[in-house]
């Protein structure tokens, strides 16, 4: 097996690949750092753009390591480089909008340019892929330098530029699912996402039990602390029974082009705002804690609130494109949730938490009898 750099059909996810995600992963606690001072249309705006870039930079390498085989020594030097690159770029975050965005910019430029030589190593022998991994490297040198360039000037610049990269790189992605020579390994793909969102909701976990540590013990503080266990705990019943497998078995109905463009709209597009749900669940929790007496703010409630209709209507938006299944059902309580959320101001942060942690149960529950009364069990494999 380590003979080939080529991914074998029947590739699990690897230590050195779950190592990366780590670092990655460690970039959302910075994320959320971001928002810890405020709920700003700023703070947001900021978080929301350096998100994508750390979460385009992980994405792309996904797609590179789904085609290496990454038990090759070359495919795991190249990783380990790129998680030692991927560390600085996480490190830099808080910096990225006070002056020092090269700081993050080279890094994430060089992580790219990494998961990108990778592929072409894997490609070399395979013409037809070898010219998908072309046709997306061209045309994502723009969105790359829109990075690079705005970095440097800093400033409002700073701000146009990354959301033209952004721009920019949704329209790689879309040249580049085109092509039909991805040769995409579905169970690995699926495998790797269904880890960075578990990994993902963990820390969101770390970030309350933080604030849980550094507080004085009181009993609201443990109903927060049990609240965001349960919360969690429903966000993951909401996507792994049901959603994950849906997901993996509509991509194996494809093949060539039409499973690499699935894969790009419900994976690497769809999976985004989820993770930005994720994000500001987080931050909300830490506001929570840090303030369990008080009502929480508007903008923490707003952070709630999109975080849960972020995450489970996401899921709600990739069934969709897998399978032309809205479940509208989701779509409709978790919308009830949030207005309910938004609307209920006064009380204590703990009640407008027991809120969010009810209507998400509730969503997945009903769902839950729905899916039992067809008489398909859930899967519950992660």
């Given at each position: 097996?380590?003979d080939?750099i080529?991914?074998p059909?029947?590739?699990?996810v ?8 780590l670092v ?9 750092g971001?928002?810890?001072h405020g ?5 947001v ?7 994508w ?9 996904t ?5 290496a085989?990454t ?17 600085f770029?996480?490190v ?7 002056g ?5 910019a080279?890094p994430?430029?060089l ?5 990108l030589?990778?592929y ?5 022998g395979d013409?037809?892929q070898?010219?998908a ?17 705005g ?9 146009y530029?990354?959301s033209l990269a952004i721009?920019l790189d949704v329209?790689?992605?879309s040249?580049g699912g085109r092509?039909e ?22 820390e969101?976990?770390i ?6 540590v ?8 443990l ?6 266990v ?9 996507y792994f ?7 993996e078995?509509a991509?194996?109905g494809?093949d060539?082009?039409d499973?690499a463009?699935?894969a790009r709209?419900t ?9 930005c ?8 929790l ?7 007496h008080?009502?929480?703010?508007v903008g923490a409630?707003a952070?709630?609130a999109?975080?849960?209709?972020l995450f489970?209507?996401g ?6 494109r ?10 409709l ?5 949030a207005i309910v959320?938004?609307?209920?101001s006064?009380?204590?942060a703990?009640?407008t938490?027991a809120?969010?942690v009810a209507?998400t149960?509730?969503?997945?529950a009903v769902?839950?009898r729905?899916?039992?009364a ?9």
């Open positions: 097996m380590k080939s080529v991914s059909e029947d590739q699990s690897t230590f050195v690949e779950l190592f990366f995600d990655f992963v460690f970039s959302i606690t910075q994320i959320v971001i928002l810890h709920f700003s249309w700023g703070a705006a900021q978080a929301v753009l350096v998100f870039l750390v979460w385009w930079a992980w994405t792309q390498f797609w590179s390591l789904n085609a085989n038990d090759h020594p070359r495919i795991q030097l190249a990783t380990l480089a790129a998680t030692a690159v991927a560390f770029m996480a830099s975050v808080p910096a990225a909008f006070e020092a965005a090269l700081w993050f080279g994430y430029v992580v790219k340019i990494i998961g030589v990778v072409m190593w894997v490609a070399k013409e037809h070898s010219q991994v072309r046709t997306f490297a061209l045309v994502s040198v723009g969105g790359l330098a829109a990075v690079l360039i970095a440097a000037l800093g400033g409002e610049a700073l701000y530029l990354w721009l329209i790689a992605a040249i092509e020579g991805w040769n995409l390994h579905t169970g690995h793909f699926v495998e790797r996402h269904g880890l960075i969102v578990i990994i993902a909701l963990g969101s976990l970030v309350a039990a933080g604030g849980l550094a507080a004085p013990q009181e009993f609201s503080l109903i927060v602390g049990f609240l965001a349960a919360l969690t705990c429903a966000l993951w019943w909401s029974p049901y959603v994950r497998p849906a997901l078995e991509l194996h494809l060539g082009a499973r463009q699935a709209d994976f690497s597009l769809a999976h985004f705002p989820m993770l749900g994720i994000i500001g669940i987080a931050a909300t830490e506001e929570a804690i840090a303030h369990s008080d009502p929480l703010a409630r952070a709630l999109g975080g849960l209709v489970i209507g899921t709600a938006v990739a069934k969709w897998a399978l032309r299944d809205m479940s509208l059902m989701r779509v309580f978790v919308t009830a949730t959320v938004l609307l209920v006064g009380v204590p703990w009640v938490l809120i969010g209507g149960l509730l969503t997945v769902e839950h729905a899916v039992q067809t008489g398909l069990a859930p899967s519950t494999e992660v």
